[in-house]
Nanobody
Framework: QVQLVESGGGSVQAGGSLRLSCACPVYTYSTRNMGWFRQAPGKEREGVASIDSGGKTRYVDSVKGRFTISKDNDKNALYLQMNSLKPDDTAMYYC???????????????RGQGTQVTVSS
């Protein structure tokens, strides 16, 4: 079982920034692919970004140029830097990991409990 713990969510005005963090006990084959997905009330889960074991990153079109996913292997941590936030970015954000597939993060095998991001206009 892989435990993922998110932090860094909060409330921010449109145009602001937030940095989400995901703590992962240890990197194993189970966490070769890591990513973030989100879910807003009444909407389906949406993959936001992912990073594979080779460092290749993938983003949903709506966040390209605004969000950056990164991983710190020394700290066993995954990050999502979110800039130029919009009200449409409001959602619960989940950290996720999977040993085999690099996308979509919403389908990854392991996921955390989520952290809320609220963007006001």
């Amino acid at each position: 079982q892989v435990q993922l713990v998110e932090s860094g969510g909060g409330s921010v005005q449109a145009g602001g920034s937030l940095r989400l963090s995901c703590a992962c006990p240890v990197y194993t084959y189970s966490t070769r692919n890591m990513g973030w997905f989100r879910q807003a009330p009444g909407k389906e889960r949406e993959g936001v970004a992912s990073i594979d074991s080779g460092g290749k990153t993938r983003y949903v079109d709506s966040v390209k140029g605004r969000f950056t996913i990164s991983k710190d292997n020394d700290k066993n941590a995954l990050y999502l830097q979110m800039n130029s936030l919009k009200p449409d970015d409001t959602a619960m954000y989940y950290c996720a990991a999977d040993p085999w597939i690099p996308w979509p993060p919403a389908a990854f095998r392991y996921r955390g409990q989520g952290t809320q991001v609220t963007v006001s206009s």
